[in-house]
């Protein structure tokens, strides 16, 4: 099995790029799971505190 280089790499960018894509959906799927809402929430109140808003 001879396979060149430009095969390869052409192979590696499609799946990739495919991978990638296919990653950031999960993550952002994740990432707006209602379950996911008090982890997040709390994970705030726990990095911000009030006296260090900016709008404040």
């Known amino acids: 099995m001879n396979v060149s280089h430009e095969v390869l790499v052409e192979t590696a ?7 990638l894509i296919g990653f950031s959906i999960l993550v952002l799927v994740y990432t707006f799971l209602p379950s996911n809402k008090k982890r ?5 109140r726990e990095l911000f505190h009030e006296e260090d808003a900016p709008w404040r």
Do not use: H, I
Request: glycine share 8%.
């Open 40 to 44: 997040f929430e709390s994970a705030e």
């Open 13 to 19: 960018k499609t799946w990739g790029l495919f991978y």
